[in-house]
């Protein structure tokens, strides 16, 4: 006699400890094998594009903070690049610069929390708070320029809100010194742990074409071996001045595009920010304003524009219709997460419900991005 | 202690109440400590300070808990089985608190001087699948029975490992009685098994890559069994939010957490008195270099009780650096790799104690 089994439907969230936010995960299950996800979204929506046809350009910036709010920095500096190619505007040399330095400690700061609290989904809550000890020092170094810790409202359009702290630069530098440290710890203690590869090697397979075909970026694309970097492809600021790689995933634990790979390109990519941040801080000019260019009153010409920046999450693009208002007619944004999002439920299929954790921490949402 | 108690009081079942309450007292003056030191342990290696603010360096921190904790409210899933989700923290915590009746923490305090204290101690500490169940299904919620099912296949597929490993070590002393086995190890600390027991000769060395391996198996087995990391994932916070407890409140979950501290202490004891010299002292005694007879006892206590307390901290230490195997993973390692070299390690110790 066959036994009459049925398939299970898990409700995963919005309130559980490992969606990373409000994300409700509708699984159903045959015993511990997932056989469908449906991602529901929508319960952080604020409205943040509808917003800002009402607020003036320069009102725009400290919503774009609220988006990815691990990595205000980038949003902001998104939404000041769109702007600025809207109306036309140079920055001065050093507020590039400063502005790459920000951008480049938010992308460590924003891996740090993204490999930790992939770490604590398999269960290894130490190195979550290796990475976390520095990333506050992170966070110390954006309190001392401009006051905050998490929403920045830092680059502006045409410029920065404060000049960087006589300190910033020393501190900038040990810290740099410091962090390599961290990111051996870290290997030591979880990338290269037994069980941490077990978990992760061979698990949520994203082969490059899938990825591409659904428009990943970012991490989660590179990680499946396509070495696209927005700051290499399409350059922007002064990426050109910069000497790094672009990290891919090489399959060094299992095959190309698991989710360890995800994993291993974040932490290359941390040190390669390393890098950039060590250049970016011999050649930072020290005379300069940071505020000259910023303009009085915003009204662009009519027009549309489109800019992208690399987040450390993806693709972070904006498109700004202007209808030769003080306001903007519609501003649109292109979301890395809301993106990855969609390859939930292609990774997941198959997998144990134990794994989806691990597929879910390492293609690293943030839902204040997904539903703005 | 139960006859000295039975001729002291001469009522046997007043001696039989206070000989149960020993343990009982050691087990929650225990779980005070452990919880602390759990804290204090991670928060060290994480470079925390941990629990401050509650007596000193934060050492009364769970009588503040618990004082929390005791005010809970109770609320419940609908529609859930009240029987069994009553009884389901007790059933789990009589499970690891009658382990304790045969645990002798020195030749003058055990609780019962029965002739097969270990083959007992199995039995009673897999009472505690029983109860996990009964509360994994009664408080329907589908992560409490994804928890429980994990759970209980796990403390049974591991049973067996520990019980061949046991066996072994049964074979090699003769004798089930866990009293007898800790006394042949007494002395020094070369004659405890780990190190080859207290024989002479070519087979003591032979015995110890064998008894290494014996108790390497029985540490991994009696860590899933008692569902800490690596093998913690019937609670996986990050998947089953806290597996078969998720929907237990207030005291009740206390009672959880109690049997989860209690079970850690009690199978650190069995290591300790199978490998380590159970209740002997490493370097012999103050009481006999004094020649005062009655602090003996109080010696042994405190060495079963340290070392005891040492594979606990080790428990914590492993909890804290390693990240959580796959269900799958779990059994295959059980399966594939522990019984096989459990049972090949059987054979191995058989041969050698022909010798």
Known sequence: MALKTERMVLNMGPQHPATHGVLRLELEVEGELVAKVTPHIGYLHRCFEKHCEAMMYNQVVPYTDRMDYVSSMYNNWGYAIAVEKLLGIQVSEKVEYIRVIMGELQRIASHALALGSFGLDIGAWTPFLYLFRDRERILTLFEMTCGARLLYNYIWVGGLSHDIHPDFLRMTREFVRDFRATVDEVNNLLSYNKIFIERTANIGILPIDTAINFGCTGPTLRGSGLAYDLRKDDTYSIYNRFDFNVCVGQGLQGTVGDAWDRYYVRILEMLESLRIIEQALDQIPSEGDVQSAIPKRIKPPKGTVYARVENPRGELGYFIISDGNTNPFRVKVRPPSFVHLEIMSDLCKGHLVSDMMAILGSIDIVLGEVDR | ?355
């Open chain 2, 1 to 355: 202690m139960y006859e000295y108690l039975n001729e002291l009081l001469g009522n046997q079942i007043l001696a039989m109440l206070l000989t149960a309450c020993v343990p009982l007292v050691f087990i929650l003056l225990y779980t005070l400590f452990a919880v602390w030191l759990e804290r204090k342990v991670s928060a060290h290696m994480q470079d925390r300070l941990g629990p401050m603010r509650v007596g000193w360096h934060g050492s009364l921190q769970l009588i503040a808990d618990f004082m929390k904790i005791l005010q809970k409210e109770v609320p419940v899933a609908k529609n859930y089985d009240r029987i069994l989700y009553e009884m389901a923290p007790v059933l789990v915590f009589t499970g690891s608190f009658a382990a304790f009746a045969v645990i002798p923490f020195s030749s003058g305090l055990i609780g019962s001087q029965i002739e097969i204290g270990i083959f007992y101690l199995m039995a009673v500490s897999s009472f505690m699948v029983v109860g996990i169940l009964m509360g994994g299904w009664s408080s329907n919620n589908k992560y409490s029975l994804l928890g429980a099912m994990r759970s209980s296949a796990q403390i049974v597929s591991y049973e067996i490992p520990t019980a061949l490993v046991v066996l072994s070590m049964v074979m090699l002393t003769g004798t089930l009685s866990l009293s007898k086995i800790s006394d042949m190890q007494t002395a020094y600390f070369w004659n405890w098994y780990i190190l080859g027991g207290p024989g002479t000769g070519i087979a003591k060395f032979l015995l110890i890559p064998s008894m290494i391996a014996a108790f390497v198996i029985i540490y991994i087995s009696t860590l899933a069994e008692v569902n800490r990391t690596p093998f913690d994932i019937p609670e996986a916070e990050s998947e089953l939010v806290a597996g078969y407890f998720t929907e237990y409140p207030g005291i009740k979950y206390a009672m959880f957490m109690l049997t989860e501290y209690t079970n850690m202490y009690a199978v650190s004891a069995v290591v300790v008195l199978l490998f380590f010299g159970g209740y002997h002292s490493p370097f012999g005694y103050l009481g006999n270099t004094l020649g005062i007879g009655w602090l003996i006892p109080f010696e042994q206590a405190f060495w079963f009780i340290s070392k005891g307390m040492f594979f606990v901290f080790v428990q914590m230490w492993l909890r804290w650096t390693l990240p959580r195997l796959r269900v799958d993973q779990l059994m295959s390692l059980c399966w594939k790799y522990l019984i096989p070299y459990a049972l090949l390690n059987l054979i191995i110790i058989g041969i050698i104690s022909l010798l």
